[in-house]
């Protein structure tokens, strides 16, 4: 199984090829695999599994685009196979990936099953998120040659909030999934 790891030191990170390929597996395991969430408690609107890879893997000095674009590609194929695998009993749920951008070891796959809670990540304004603002002139999918499965959409959203020290923090958060307003 695919797990989560932080980089605890500056050594290289060895055996890359073998880590993306555990990501795509873990990202085909979503075939036919609609997540469980009716039986835990996801009343706050919300469920999400983070990207299973090392941290070095997508920041930092080790990484590149090619690899940060087969991250992004295979959040985009999970979330894919989980809105196929849907069906009928989660038609309320919506569907997404989140990339973020610097910090992509936040991204994740998400299904939320509020829609205001979905509003309060992608709409303009200030907010619990911070001040939001749209990336309408961009488009990630373009600048990383992303494939765009049927139905889904990107929606790319710019946050600007103060992190511990005070200090304005910019991130990009990149909706890609069932994003377009209703």
């Not at 299973?52 to 690899?67: D, E, F, W």
């Not at 309408?136 to 040659?145: A, G, M, P």
Request: proline share 3%; hydrophobic share 35%.
């Amino acid at each position: 199984m695919t797990m989560r790891r932080l980089a605890l030191s500056n050594k290289k990170l060895r055996g890359i090829p073998r880590r993306l390929r555990s990501l795509k597996k873990w990202s085909e395991s979503y075939e036919s695999h609609f997540p469980d969430i009716q039986g835990s408690d996801y009343s706050y609107g919300y469920w999400n599994v983070k990207i299973p890879v090392h941290l070095a893997l997508v920041q930092g000095k080790q990484t590149n685009s090619n690899i940060q674009s087969f991250c992004a590609q295979a959040l985009i194929d999970a979330a894919y196979n989980i809105y196929r695998a849907r069906g009928d009993n989660g038609s309320n749920i919506r569907v997404t990936c989140c990339i973020v951008l610097p910090d992509m070891f936040s991204s994740e796959l998400c299904l939320f099953t509020s829609e205001e809670y979905f509003n309060e990540h992608t709409q303009v304004g200030n907010g619990f998120f911070g001040q939001l603002s749209l990336l309408s002139d961009r488009s990630l999918i373009k600048e990383w040659n992303l494939k765009l499965p049927n139905g889904f959409s990107e929606l790319g959203v710019l946050r600007v909030n103060e992190n511990d020290e005070g200090e304005l923090y910019h991130s990009e958060h990149w909706y890609i999934g069932e994003v377009n307003k209703s």
